[in-house]
């Protein structure tokens, strides 16, 4: 096999959804590699660990203990500004992206392959399991779900609400909305920057009672929300993990709930089946 045949960027999943999460000290469920993903750990010659669109940071240790390797964490930086770096790695060895959840569950990770196949890099992609289809351990049917939004952590002069339309297209057209909730992780901090140095702000992950704050503030300024405060929706934590918890209660009574530790998803139910209302009962809450 020449050289030019050997490269590549292997993308595989490791982890999928399961993972579990101490408040300062987040670690991923290592065993959740696949086999084929974790032959390929083993085979590559630098195995990176992407970091900022799911939790990660602090497993390293024990990931590395796990594929008896070095892993290096790839950051936002690393990831948005380096990719060159480990692009022009990958034309001379085989290089492994290691993704939390599957590597098509976040638009960034569909940019790299693409410059990849732009410079004849060859592009294994080992799938696992993602929140875009774990999800449905809440009991609604993943067939039944419309477009996925994305809600932004709000500041007090940025309250982008966009995300709020498409949740009303589904909720007309009986259709579930997944909300994957924002997550700050390397951020810089702005009075550090004025100052001319360079300091991060410590990671933040939205949590659904925040979620539902800010879905709330949407709902009450509009006219004829399709949503209501009163209407049940269901926050979910750590889905995949033994921790994983599930609550389906009103808007207005999420706004007040603690699901604990991160990763949080909310989804805002279209139409239900009579079957995925009984699973639901199980996870009611008065709360
Ligand atoms: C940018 S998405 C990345 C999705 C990931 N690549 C995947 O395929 O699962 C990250 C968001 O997904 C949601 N998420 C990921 N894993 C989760 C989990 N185990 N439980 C609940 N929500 C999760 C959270 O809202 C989190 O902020």
Redesign the pocket.
């Known amino acids: 096999m020449s050289p030019v045949e050997n490269v590549k960027v292997e993308i595989c999943?490791s982890h999928?959804?399961?993972?579990i999460a101490r408040y300062s000290s987040v670690i991923l469920f290592i065993q959740d590699i696949t086999v084929k993903g974790l032959e390929i750990v083993k085979r590559c010659e630098t195995v990176y660990l992407e970091s900022y669109?799911?939790?990660l940071v602090d497993g390293k240790d024990e990931l590395e203990q796990f594929y008896g390797r070095e892993v290096i964490v790839a950051d936002r930086e690393l990831v948005e500004t380096g990719a060159d770096q480990i692009l022009n790695e990958a034309k001379t060895k085989d290089v492994a992206f290691l993704?939390?959840?599957?590597?098509?569950?976040?638009t960034?990770?569909t940019d790299i392959v693409l410059r990849a196949k732009q410079l004849d890099i060859k592009v294994q992609v080992v799938h696992?399991?993602?929140?875009?289809n774990?999800?449905g351990a809440c009991g609604l049917q993943l067939y039944s779900f419309g477009e996925t939004v994305?809600i932004p952590f709000w500041t007090d002069t940025w309250k982008p609400d966009s995300f709020y339309d498409k949740i009303e297209e589904n909720k007309k057209r009986g259709l579930h909305t997944l909300?994957?909730?924002?997550?700050k992780v390397k951020e810089p901090n702005l009075e550090a920057m004025m100052r001319g140095k360079v300091l991060y702000d410590p990671p933040r992950?939205?949590t659904v009672a925040q979620a539902a704050e800010q879905l709330l503030e949407i709902v009450a300024s509009r006219e004829n929300s399709a949503l209501k405060s009163s209407d049940r929706c269901v926050g979910?934590?750590?889905?995949?993990?033994p921790t994983?918890k599930i609550v389906w209660c009103t808007l207005e009574d999420m706004a007040a709930l603690d699901v604990g530790a991160?990763?949080?998803?909310v989804v805002i139910p279209g139409n239900l089946h009579p079957l995925e209302e009984d699973f639901l009962k199980e996870f009611l809450c008065s709360c």
């Not at 909300?179 to 997550?183: A, G």
């Not at 979910?236 to 993990?241: D, E, H, K, L, T």
């Not at 991160?262 to 998803?265: R, V």
């Open positions: 999943i999928s959804v399961d993972l669109t799911s939790i993704v939390v959840g599957d590597p098509f569950g976040a960034t990770h696992n399991a993602s929140i875009l774990a999800v994305s909300c994957l909730l924002d997550i992950f939205m979910v934590a750590r889905i995949g993990s994983q991160p990763l949080h998803s």
